[in-house]
């Protein structure tokens, strides 16, 4: 009989954690004692010198190998690299020790396993040959070397989590994290800020502004005096545009690296630490850490492992995708190295670390990525430009168009005009004056402000929704999730609470079932089953045997032994283990009790004899077959309840087994109905008993798995034990987010792997289904009083499918036999489906990248169609998608969809790593949040559009009629780019600070390809700037008079000093924009220009700072602002003043004619529709008969 693979180890206690320490056979056990103590960290090993004292080591003796030498592992990554580690870990274990007499036992067992390993045959040997068992305990046994001697660990029980022990660790080999990628220092922000066609021109004008004012443009013995300060106003203005664009980038990036800090403490991993399990973050895993993996969840491998044995059930299986590109799947055995980045997608295990952070192989990968330019700049960008920027990009281009011609026509006009009669003496200086004329009406066309506000809104919306339970990891997501047009979402955690309870269970044909939430399930068994204590036994052994050793239950250990405090892993599991201790059971002793499954204690060294059959999406059930105490297995099983029902030949009663009969069958699956009309999932428990010899691998030629493969032949002939129903209760919050989305334009579909009957328990509680999408409007035909079942048989066609047969429908065989996706038949299915049942990972991925590819809507006489007859409306443009996920499984359809949204409490990192935006909630009530906040984004954006291009409008004509009438614009250089550039800036602040108000859900979503700027916001725009010019020119042309001015062409050029005709035309233009700014507030044309203002205090703040600037420039700016020396009068302060707050009348009564205009258009409409009914039916006639689709023309 060959030997067990820890037989080389002796087991010696430390402070309470189960260190292996290697022993020497011949040395008496009082001089072979050993103790590894917390505090010093340092092993005593029993020396074998003839006097049996015991040689210390030192502290940096602590371990044999290096980080280095660990980290070699990795890139070796075969069973001849954990050969040549374990050869070097006993040479540095034996270095000092030269006045051993003897070897230790375990040296010699180690170097006849690295013997055995290095004749390793290259050909692997057949399965189940004594070479492969062999060969499978060799790697145990390195495995369990590794750990217990190497890394002085321990397979069952872990490190000993004394703090001094895990600081060492980190000092010798290492923290789990890689140093963040150096951050672009302010210089450099400044210098690439600076890189914008408009500065730079600005700079090149304040250059020439200066070169010219104090050399030529000086007489003959004039002294330049203050001559320079336009020129070097308009460089500081520069500067301070630089400096906040620098800042705000400067800030963003130290933003960024807080949203990574807070999406790495939601990283956590299951480490064994003093034979507890418990969570870490990644970044706290240190070598010599055993870690506890399956596929369900924690599949992320976070450092460069060593797979511990013994194997049970199906071998552990890693995609390593991530870093070799290869997509087929690895199977691991004790012994092979497990990388760091990829993930388990199969099976589970334990494995111990090797090595962490830039010692590990994704961390040398990420070193070298941060230490790359290709790389740089790319942490807030996504795959492609989102819809605002593609907007955006067309509206800078379309107003840089129109400005370059508006400033060519100011400076050929003013040459036209001006240039004539002029001395030849003063031509350089008037053409230069020219020049800078058209250079300003530039600079104020070309909205400089634009980029800080679109940077401020995404900034100022993103902080805004991580306080809303929404992190969002690429900023230009916010204002895509406003775009969104449809939802696919999960059940689990999403719509409900994510807190799985047992409230049902039918078993030896009693059905217990819950009415009131006070009720405990448990007790009732207890009750309803008197006598039934060995059906309790099986019932209990069943669960906390088959289930995952991940899902645990927390207990106050202190003063409530048996009160559970908490709980970790797989929720359905959860509540399978809650109510095992409901039945006055604990489900840890059953599992150290039982042969085959436990790693703890003596029964430790016979785990390899369970056998796990781990769950997989394609079988829908998972099992654990254990040995008996009289020789054979029972294998337990639990899934799906029809999966296992029609696996089932007996079942479980009170007298014993006995045959499952089709009145019991039946019965059985009406339960099954009855707990999933009450949105309950389903799952059925059974087992069975085979005989020693039993082949596990045998396939079953008469019963097939859900994907059509063979079924496993000892998951067939099963007893049913019980069906329980488990509970996952709707969140309080749903109802009313999903009536929020579909106010908004929003669909919501349901996918979810839970069964027909239960998806549509839960989408119609939660509102997705409503009752016209059942048959008959959910009334039944034969009583118009009584309501049809929400059940899915009275589902219209279409609206609930289930995974399998949407496959086959939207994929078929192409000419080489593969599948391919057919969008054709996928656009006659989706506008129809709500619910997606018994749905996989890649249903996921098919939906998002069907919806996202479909020109349904495209097809205007289907979309009519549709919404005449099935009360259906197709969205006028390509569908926006948002994916919820949690999986591992599910990152490439949250990648694929527009917007991902990663579960940050239940999931895996690779899904969070796919997503966009991470819920820290998990709850579907944030998605709603993220919607109204992105589509917040995009009004800010449009108010401060509406803003700016008012002034703009103003501002040219303003400089166009001055350049045509004077030969120079009223308004000065300088206080247009105070103007343009500083006060802009702070009201696109002010716009971007805008509190998101609920009516943003109340309207569709926004069309991809419909233009920023609206019809209504073009009426106000140019209803505003219509005033404003009217104003301007009234003062211009008409003011002297009025006020009995000198006009300010004639002061400025002849007594050549700032007039104060001109100051009160550019204090008048900066007060209308200033209240103009409150009419902003609004792009639909309310009355109530003011509503809501108390709620933005940071708005009101910066139109008083705004205001109180202005009156200190026009008070006190002198040359520098190019106003009248002295200020203004209380009466033209009046009169600024009023004309400025003339902007909101003007407002209402825009919004009157806008109105008027509408109503008018749509009754001269209507009235032609009537009047020319017999034209229109002609021209559908004329339709048809050319072969057109007429049928709604309306």
């Known amino acids: 009989m060959r030997s067990s693979p820890r037989a080389w180890l002796g087991f010696g206690k430390t402070k309470g954690v189960s260190v292996p320490v290697p022993v020497p056979a011949s040395v008496p056990a009082s001089a072979s004692a050993a103790e590894e103590t917390s505090d010093s960290f340092m092993d005593e090993k029993a020396s074998a010198n003839g006097n049996g004292t015991v040689a210390e080591s030192k502290p940096s003796d602590a371990f044999p190998v290096t980080a280095e030498q660990l980290s070699e592992l990795s890139n070796e990554r075969t069973r001849g690299g954990l050969a040549d580690l374990l050869e070097q870990a006993l040479k540095g274990d034996l270095a000092g020790k030269s006045d051993l007499e003897a070897p230790l036992q375990s040296h010699i067992e ?23 068992l062999q060969l499978q305990e060799d790697g145990e046994a390195a495995a369990n070397a590794l750990t217990s001697f190497v890394l002085r660990s321990s397979p069952e029980t872990g490190l000993d989590p004394h703090p001094q022990n895990i600081q060492r660790r980190v000092e010798l080999f290492g923290s789990n994290v890689v140093a963040a990628k150096k951050l672009d220092s302010f210089l450099k922000l400044c ?65 960024f690296v807080r949203l990574t800090n807070t999406l790495d403490e939601t990283n956590t991993k299951s480490v064994i630490r003093a034979g507890a399990q418990i969570n870490v973050v990644d970044a706290e895993i240190v070598v010599g850490d055993v870690l506890s993996v399956n596929s369900h969840s924690l599949a992320s491998i976070p450092a460069d492992c060593v797979l511990l044995g013994p194997s049970a059930g199906h071998a552990l299986k890693m995609d390593e995708s991530t870093l070799t590109g290869e997509s087929k799947l690895i199977s691991k055995m004790p012994g092979d190295v497990i990388l760091s980045g990829t993930s388990a997608v199969q099976g589970a295990g334990k494995m111990v670390v090797v090595a962490v952070g830039i010692n590990s192989l994704a961390g040398k990968i990420t070193a070298r990525v941060y230490e790359s330019e290709d790389h740089e700049g790319d942490e807030l960008e996504g795959d492609e430009e989102s819809p605002l920027f593609t907007k955006l990009t067309l509206i800078a281009k379309q107003i840089g168009i129109a400005g370059t011609m508006a400033a060519i026509v100011a400076f050929v006009a003013s040459c036209i005009i001006g240039l004539p009669g002029e001395p030849r003496a003063d031509l350089v200086d008037n053409l230069i004056d020219y020049f800078i ?120 250990d202190i003063t409530q032994p048996s009160m559970i405090t908490g709980s970790s892993g797989n929720p359905t599991e959860v509540a399978l283990l809650h109510l095992v201790q ?63 029902l029609a696996r089932c030949s007996e079942e479980l009663s009170l007298s014993g087994t006995e045959p499952l009969v089709d009145a019991s069958r039946k019965n059985i699956e009406n339960v099954v109905e009855t707990y999933a009309r009450k949105g309950m999932r389903n799952l059925i428990l059974a087992y069975r008993d085979l005989p020693a010899d039993f082949d596990f ?33 709707l969140r309080a919050e749903v109802p009313d987010a999903i009536r929020k989305c579909y106010e908004a334009g929003i669909d919501v579909r349901l996918v979810t792997g839970d069964s027909p009957n239960t998806a549509v328990s839960i989408a119609f509680q939660a509102g997705i289904l409503k009752p016209f999408h059942f048959k008959n409007n959910g009334i039944n035909p034969d009583n118009p009083d009584e309501e049809l079942e929400m059940v899915a048989s009275n589902l219209k066609n279409n609206v609930l499918m289930e995974g399998k047969n949407f496959r086959a429908k939207v994929y078929h065989v192409n000419e080489d036999g593969g599948k391919e996706f057919d969008q054709t038949a996928f656009d006659k299915i989706w506008p129809y489906l709500r619910v997606l049942a018994r749905s996989s990972p890649d249903d996921k991925l098919t939906l998002a990248h069907g919806l996202n590819q479909s020109a349904l809507y495209m097809d205007k006489a289907e979309c009519k169609r549709l919404k005449a007859n099935d009360r259906i409306t197709i969205f006028p443009d390509r569908q926006v998608i948002a994916m919820t996920g949690d999986g591992t499984n599910d990152a490439p359809a949250l990648k694929r969809a527009d917007i991902g949204f990663a579960m940050g409490i239940a999931g895996t990192q690779i899904a969070k790593d796919a997503a966009d935006i991470i819920l820290l909630d998990d709850n579907f009530a944030s998605i709603v949040t993220a919607a109204k906040w992105g589509r917040n984004v995009y009004a800010s954006i449009q108010k401060f559009l509406q803003f700016q291009l008012t002034v703009n409008i103003s501002a040219v004509v303003t400089a166009l009629v001055g350049a045509f009438a004077y030969q120079k614009s009223p308004l000065a250089a300088i206080q247009l780019l105070w103007v343009n550039l500083l006060m802009d800036s702070l009201a696109s602040l002010a716009l971007a600070s805008e509190p998101p108000v ?116 026009v008070e006190f700016g002198s040359v520098a602002m190019h106003v009248a020396e002295g200020g203004l009068d209380g009466k033209y302060w009046a009169l600024s003043l009023g004309f400025g707050a003339g902007s909101l009348p003007v407002q209402q009564i825009i919004n009157i004619i806008y109105r008027y205009a509408v109503h008018y258009k749509t009754w001269r409409k209507n009235k032609r529709l009537h009047k020319y009914g017999h034209e229109t039916t002609r021209l559908v006639q004329s339709n048809e008969s050319t072969g057109r689709d007429a049928a709604h023309p309306h």
Not at 208 to 230: K, M, Q, R
Not at 1087 to 1104: Q, S
């Open 110 to 132: 180690i170097r006849a396993l690295i013997g055995r390993m290095r004749a390793t045959p290259d050909v692997p040997p057949a399965e189940h040959s004594p070479e492969a």
């Open 191 to 255: 210098w690439e800020a600076v890189q914008d066609f408009v500065l730079i021109m600005l700079l090149v004008l304040g250059i020439i502004s200066i070169a010219v004012e104090t050399t030529i443009g000086l007489d003959p013995g004039e002294s330049c005096g203050t001559c320079w300060i336009e020129g070097c106003a308009i460089l500081t203005s520069v500067l301070i545009v630089v400096l906040v664009t620098a800042s705000i980038d400067y800030v963003k990036q130290f933003a």
């Open 437 to 556: 004329t058209a250079i300003t009406v530039l600079a104020v066309a070309v909205p400089e402000g634009l980029p800080l506000a679109v940077t401020l809104a995404l900034a100022f919306s993103s902080n805004q929704m991580m306080k809303e339970q929404n992190l969002v990891k690429h900023l230009d997501a916010c204002e895509t999730m406003g775009c969104a047009t449809t939802i696919c979402t999960d059940k689990t955690g999403t719509l409900t609470a994510n807190r799985m309870t047992a409230r049902a269970l039918y078993i030896a044909k009693n059905n217990c079932l819950c009415s009131h939430p006070s009720v405990m399930l448990g007790d009732m068994v207890l009750k309803e089953l008197t006598g039934g204590t060995e059906i309790l036994e099986i019932l209990v052994n069943l669960i906390s045997i088959n289930t995952m050793n991940e899902t645990v239950l927390y207990f106050d």
């Open 582 to 644: 409901e039945l006055n059971f604990h489900y840890s002793d059953v599992r150290n009790k039982t042969r085959g499954r436990t790693d703890q204690g003596e029964l430790a060294d016979f785990l390899a004899e369970g056998k796990q059959i781990g769950f997989s999406s394609a079988r829908k059930m998972m099992s654990w077959a254990v040995p008996k105490e009289g020789g054979g297995y029972r294998l337990y099983s639990k899934g799906a309840a029809e999966v296992i």
């Open 697 to 729: 691998e045998a396939k079953s030629t008469t019963v097939n798995n859900s994907d059509g493969t063979p079924a496993l032949l000892s998951e067939t002939d099963l007893v049913f034990t019980a069906l329980v129903g488990i509970e996952d209760p």
């Open 998 to 1113: 609920d009516e943003l859900l109340q309207k569709p979503p926004v069309n991809r390809s419909e233009h920023m700027i609206t019809r209504r916001m073009w009426a106000n725009m140019i209803g505003q700037a219509t005033y404003q010019i009217t104003v301007i020119m009234v003062l211009l042309f008409h003011g002297p008079e009025m006020f009995d001015l000198t006009p300010g062409h004639i002061v400025e050029k002849e007594e050549d000093r700032n007039s104060v005709h001109y100051t009160i035309i550019f204090n008048v233009f900066v007060w209308m924009q200033l209240f103009n700014e409150v009419n902003c507030r609004n792009l639909k044309g309310e009355f109530r220009v003011f509503k809501g203002i108390h709620k933005n205090p940071l708005f009101v703040g910066i139109l008083l700072i705004t205001s109180v600037l202005q009156v200190i420039m």
